[in-house]
């Protein structure tokens, strides 16, 4: 038993009667309780395997399986080798901190995932043995009989065997912005997905009427769970910055051991012991790897998370910011997204010459507040009778209601209907007015209209909607202000081409008309649609967001292409995208797109198109060959349709209020407001993310540049150790670690949004970087070195532990001056700021408050082997250490002054 991707049944082709056969059950009384306990034992729950969430275990074994992490466990191996216990506990120190960190961001990224699961239904109604009652959700088992009212959630997949005025809101499932009607009869066994009107499908809203059916698949086997697996299916996918810091923990590795193996056989060729060598060789190795940049970068992502919580962002991996600031494409869906997922009243077209026709309706959503415009002037819609007269025919014609509680206005109800009660609160008009109905004949996808038959004082009056070309034929005259006039063939052309006009908008046209019906008629739908008096067309669609547009011209501006995937129309998804800024110049459907080549669909992927009726395949279809072109691909999402694209995609975006559990599982980003906008600011903190960690890595292996020239050239100078293993971590773990840290929290650079992505495949150091890196290094190493030689020739019995201490001190002062180049790759600080970055100063003061503490205080410098420093000794320093900040700085204002 299961749905047509299970076992072959295409159950929305069978005629009701056949289906409750095969699936044995009566749909008077449902299944026996007996019944029921063997199917759940065969069928299992109904519950989706995919929300179980990631386990602890798995998030803290993550933090420690990059390159870098894995030479630092290297490292203390060596150092515990040879006996240097104490090196080897504060690398290994060093590395459980960095996991640490990592664990706790990502676990509670986790938990606050967790907390927002609420997608399927946790109770449902059923007939069982002859009763309906209510049970959880994940017991339904195929063969059940499932009860549908307005309101619900379907909790499994259905095949519809009673429907009164059904109606489901499937935009979770296929995208289909409005509420699509249901019925019990079959359908051709090829019918895609969305046109299924047989079948109602898991977790999809009914919007109105009531209904019985029969459930056909349940937990995995549905379609919810299909797309599921498909989800799980896609391989998890390293990051931009995870693939770049991983290459550069590969080079420094293979530095670290080329260096140690050159320098160690040439002391050794040279005559020197060969243990010595082997250690100047681990101390070598020790310089090249910067032993705090792990803990650096988890540090900074750490804090971009917290920062992007303000912002509304949700962040499952610490790397998911910095890689949404890389992307070059944006891949998004419509409904839900860029748009509000509330139907709207915009415009109406009167067909009375003294109301000017065209009116234009304000307001976004169902907040009732809004007013009425013509020609791009207000106007008091109670003045106009006949505008009055419609909108009371659309809340007299409705079942739908909204309700406002502490997160806003909701609708209960078809939202087409919803639009048309807000349309009416906005001029003051309740559904409470409205007479109690003596007849009602319900729209179908057949009649393609509704009627609702009041009781008046002066008579029953029928009150009409549906579609303008079915009500339009049946109406003999139309309402000019108050007075009833004949409808002539030019009115009827001039309404046809109003609705045709606001269809081109792709806006959801409907028309109203009424009849004062004459005494003793038969209540008969024949009898009482005729004769009808038009009063006019209301233009509906599922507005934008308000931030949308301002978004995407961002987006724009900052070289990222945006493009729409969507399950809705062609017309109406082009309509959204004009409204909203969107380049798109054609939107391509999915039969089209079905038959598209991969080299037909790279080329439509270049020009800006548009996608509409995707599927689930086309949308990870469309992901993934973006990202065989070299682009970093960004997706957002909310339905159970998003989710293989989103775990595709290199950054997944899903929406945390409306969003399901699939695409959220799915997702490394989620926007607790469900909002557009929050995609920017997530791509500028990604990118003010990157720019640090470009900084805090230029000048840590700067820093370590300086350390390695130093004790290499002093090594072929056959001078005595110049900086010990214990100088070097205290270096690169400790003084440089703080003040890399507060780089990362460096404010973003003016124009950040302005620039281009960086290309895909740009290494983290350019040729530029390494450049500088040579350069600034180089003098700080043989500024250590001069240090060192200029105090070993004074002399003395403590000579060589004071040119150490200098060497030591010195190079930590010129490294300290060195952070100052890094606040900014381009701009001079003059345009930094100097004070911009508070948390700098602080960790720059207090690295050299700590090495004048090694220096000075007796334990530390028993640990350290050094010796106290003069005041001359530090002034000298700072001689040397002044032109590594004043000469760069130079170069910066000649450069910026010269753009």
Not at 123 to 128: F, G, I, Q
Not at 590 to 604: F, I, T, V, W
Request: glycine share 10%; net charge neutral; proline share 5%.
């Amino acid at each position: 038993m299961g749905e047509i991707g299970e076992d072959g049944e295409a159950w929305h082709a069978l005629d009701a009667v056949e289906v409750l056969a095969r699936l044995k059950t009566d749909p008077e009384r449902g299944l026996s309780r007996a019944e029921i306990a063997e199917r759940l034992r065969r069928c299992g729950p109904n519950k989706l395997e995919t929300v179980s969430g990631t386990p602890w275990y798995a998030v803290l074994t993550r933090q420690f399986s990059s390159p870098l992490i894995l030479i630092l466990f290297v490292a203390a191996a060596i150092a515990l080798g040879i006996g240097d216990v104490t090196d080897a506990l504060t690398i290994l120190a060093i590395v459980v901190l960095n996991g640490v960190l990592g664990f706790i961001q990502e676990w509670k990224a986790e938990r606050a995932l967790a907390a927002l699961r609420s997608m399927l239904a946790p109770r449902c109604t059923v007939l069982r043995d002859g009763h309906e009652q209510r049970v959880e959700a994940s017991g339904l088992v195929p063969g059940d009989v499932v009860v549908l009212e307005i309101g619900g959630r379907v909790p499994a997949d259905l095949r519809l065997v009673k429907a009164l005025n059904l109606k489901a809101d499937e935009s979770l499932l296929t995208g289909e912005s409005e509420s699509v009607d249901k019925s019990v009869e079959p359908v051709s066994p090829d019918t895609p997905l969305a046109e299924r009107s047989s079948m109602a499908w898991t977790g999809t809203a009914i919007t109105n009427g009531r209904a019985r059916g029969v459930a056909v698949a349940t937990g995995m086997a549905t379609e919810f769970g299909r797309i599921a697996e498909l989800t799980r299916s896609v391989g998890e996918q390293a990051t931009p910055l995870q693939v770049r810091l991983g290459l550069l923990g590969r080079q420094l590795g293979a530095l670290a051991i080329a260096i140690s193996v050159v320098v160690a056989a040439t002391g050794w060729i040279l005559g020197r012991p060969l243990l010595d060598m082997f250690l100047t060789g681990v101390s070598l190795a020790v310089a090249v790897v910067p032993e705090g940049l792990p803990a650096v970068v988890t540090i900074t992502l750490a804090l971009g998370i917290r920062a992007m919580v303000k912002r509304r962002a949700l962040l499952r991996r610490l790397q998911a910011a910095e890689t949404l600031g890389s992307a070059t494409v944006i891949c998004t869906d419509k409904t839900g997204t860029l748009t509000q997922n509330q139907m709207t009243v915009q415009h109406i077209w009167l067909p009375s010459t003294s109301s000017g026709q065209a009116i234009d309706v304000s307001g976004v959503g169902y907040v009732p507040e809004g007013h009425f415009a013509h020609a791009g002037r207000r106007i008091d819609p109670g003045s106009l009778s006949d505008l009055m007269a419609l909108l009371a025919t659309g809340l007299c014609c409705n079942h739908a209601r909204i309700y406002e509680d502490e997160t806003g206005w909701h609708e209960i109800g078809e939202p087409t209907e919803a639009a048309l009660v807000v349309a009416a609160r906005k001029t003051g008009l309740h559904i409470e007015e409205a007479s109690p109905s003596a007849a009602e004949f319900s729209f179908s996808p057949l009649r393609k209209r509704m009627t609702v038959v009041e009781r008046r004082p002066e008579g029953l009056i029928a009150h009409v909607k549906g579609a303008p070309e079915v009500i339009v034929e049946r109406c003999a005259r139309f309402l000019d202000g108050s007075r009833e006039r004949k409808l002539t063939d030019a009115d009827r052309q001039a309404a046809e081409a109003a609705y045709l006009a606001m269809a081109e908008k792709g806006l959801r046209t409907l028309a109203l008309a009424r009849r004062l019906l004459p005494a003793g008629i038969s209540l008969h739908e024949e009898e009482v649609e005729k004769n009808l008096t038009l009063l006019g067309l209301v233009g509906i669609i599922d507005p934008p967001r308000l931030e949308a547009p301002n978004a995407v011209r961002l987006a724009y501006s900052a070289g990222i292409q945006v493009i729409m995937i969507t399950g809705d129309a062609p017309a109406t998804a082009l309509a959204i995208s004009r409204r909203i800024g969107l380049r798109a110049r054609r939107a391509i459907g999915g039969s089209e797109l079905s038959g598209m080549d991969d080299a037909a669909l790279k080329a439509a992927l270049a020009d800006d198109a548009l996608f509409a009726r995707a599927t689930p395949e086309h949308k990870l279809r469309i992901v993934t060959l973006l990202k065989e072109a070299g682009h970093v691909v960004g997706m957002t999402g909310d339905g159970v349709n998003d989710a293989p694209a989103l775990k595709r995609a290199d950054i997944g975006i899903a929406m945390g209020l409306r969003g399901t559990d699939v695409a959220r599982e799915a997702a490394d980003m989620i926007l607790t407001d469900d909002n557009f906008a929050s995609i920017i600011n997530a791509v500028e903190e990604g990118r003010r993310q990157y720019d640090n960690i470009q900084k805090f890595v230029r000048y840590l292996l700067s820093s370590n540049s300086a350390e390695l020239i130093a004790i290499f050239v002093n090594i072929v100078l056959g001078g005595p150790l110049i900086l010990l293993p214990v100088h070097i971590l205290w270096m690169n773990l400790v003084t440089d670690g703080m003040t890399a840290v507060a780089l990362g929290v460096e404010p973003a650079e003016v124009g950040i949004m302005r620039r281009r992505p960086r290309p895909p495949r740009a290494p983290i150091l350019d040729r530029v970087g390494v450049a500088v890196i040579v350069l600034i290094g180089a003098y700080m190493g043989a500024g250590t070195l001069w240090l060192f030689h200029e105090t070993l020739g004074r002399g003395g019995e403590q000579a060589v532990a004071l040119a150490q201490t200098m060497a030591f001190t010195g190079i930590v002062v010129m490294e300290k001056m060195n952070v100052f180049n890094f606040r900014s790759l381009g701009a001079p600080l003059s345009v930094v700021g100097f004070f911009s970055n508070p948390w700098l100063l602080l960790a720059w003061a207090g690295s050299i408050a700590m090495q004048a503490a090694v220096v000075y205080v007796p334990f530390l410098r028993e640990a350290f082997h050094t010796v106290p420093l003069g005041w001359a000794d530090w002034g000298l320093m700072a001689l040397v250490a002044a032109p590594v900040f004043c000469i760069t700085e130079m170069i910066k204002v000649w450069r910026w002054r010269a753009r």
